[in-house]
């Protein structure tokens, strides 16, 4: 199984609806991301969380809210999808600082068309 | 307003040649630099990093070159090969600003045998 688990991989989905991307980890890590992926934009962050108590606004957080339901598991939510939403999410994890797995440890992304 | 500057945007290299990627950044508080390797369809992967106090750190056929003075590192692939084929990414990252990083915009790098 993979490290980080993302799912679902693609979905299209219509303006307005609400969706949920969802992420799980075994890599143990406290520290889990969600990133967002457009071609020639690089990963933007969307949201980042420490543990399940404290979640943290990245730098394009409008329109979207986080979830960390367990140190495992790290879910993005559109509350009501809008066109420009339509990218590639991708999901990460850390370990501590100067650690070994200091470095992300990203899933392998979900696509969402948002027509 | 963009912290780390990643060119080219794309590079085209003939097997056994060097490629390199090179990425500027502004915030002299950044303490770790790694790049990720992306292939089609999946996820971003480490492939390497440097933190400040080095100038340079090997892996095999990939080097990061770091000047701190000059706010600049840079990726080197020696005798690149096809399967070297891929969108890399710099990144700069802050301990205290969270561990958050961010991330240079990507070179898609090819490799004709």
């Known amino acids: 199984d993979a490290d980080v688990t993302q799912t679902p991989r693609n979905r299209i989905t219509k303006t307005g609806k609400r969706i949920m991307l969802e992420c799980s980890q075994t890599k143990g890590h406290d520290r889990m991301y969600w990133y967002r992926q457009d071609p020639g934009l690089g990963l933007r962050l969307i949201y980042y969380s420490f543990d399940v108590k404290d979640i943290n606004k990245g730098e394009i957080s409008d329109g979207y809210s986080v979830s960390r339901q367990a140190q495992a598991k790290f879910s993005l939510s559109l509350e009501s999808a809008i066109p420009n939403q339509t990218a590639l999410y991708f999901c990460a994890t850390s370990g501590p600082t100067g650690g070994a797995n200091y470095g992300y440890t990203f899933g392998s992304g979900t696509r969402l068309t948002v027509v | 307003q963009q912290q780390v500057k990643q060119s080219p945007q794309s590079l085209i290299v003939q097997k056994g040649g060097i490629s390199i990627i090179n990425c500027a950044y502004e915030n002299t508080a950044f303490d770790y630099f790694p790049w990720y390797q992306q292939f089609p369809g999946k996820g971003p992967a480490l492939l390497i990093a440097i933190r400040p106090d080095v100038s340079e750190k090997k892996e095999g056929r990939f080097t990061i070159s770091f000047n701190k003075s000059a706010k600049q590192f840079s990726l080197h692939i020696m005798d690149s090969q096809p399967g070297d084929s891929a969108t890399y990414f710099c990144?700069?990252?802050?301990?205290?600003?969270?561990?958050?990083?961010?991330f240079g915009d990507g070179t898609t790098l090819t490799v004709k045998p």
């Open positions: 990144a700069a990252r802050k301990e205290t600003n969270a561990g958050k990083s961010t």
